[in-house]
């Protein structure tokens, strides 16, 4: 199984970027997809969560209402939308797969991505 994160990069605040977590080895549709994220320095915190099937989706209160997770199994894709970001946005991202109970536990999931970096700054 592997997971490969892309699309960080580095924007000035309020701008945008759609991260892209691509799974190979894994039918997706009885995964949570996650994404988590470390800023330097900081321990690493779970900022979003999509569900199997329905799809409903939890995320942190720092980022409610401005990143939106969201998936295509069929692809074996996840993404995460994320908007009007700020400097304490700055972080690597991570994207994680797993069957999890508690969503922002990040020991509830089994197959992690790389990072990808976004970097908020003006």
């Known amino acids: 199984v592997q997971l490969q994160a892309s699309g960080g990069g580095s924007v000035q605040p309020g701008g945008s970027l759609r991260l892209s977590c691509e799974v190979s080895?894994?039918?997706?549709?009885?995964?949570?997809i996650a994404w988590f994220r470390q800023a330097p320095g900081k321990e690493r915190e779970g900022v979003s969560c999509?569900?199997?099937?329905?799809?409903?989706?939890e995320s942190a209160e720092s980022v409610e209402g401005r990143f939106i997770a969201s998936r295509d199994d069929a692809k074996k894709m996840g993404y995460l939308e994320m908007l009007n970001l700020r400097p304490e946005d700055t972080a690597v991202y991570y994207c994680?797969?797993?069957?999890?109970?508690?969503?922002?536990?990040?020991?509830?999931?089994?197959?992690w991505g790389q990072g990808t970096l976004v970097t908020v700054s003006s």
């Open positions: 994680t797969v797993g069957r999890a109970r508690t969503w922002g536990d990040e020991s509830e999931y089994t197959y």
């Open positions: 080895g894994l039918s997706l549709h009885y995964y949570h």
């Open positions: 999509i569900r199997p099937g329905r799809g409903g989706t």
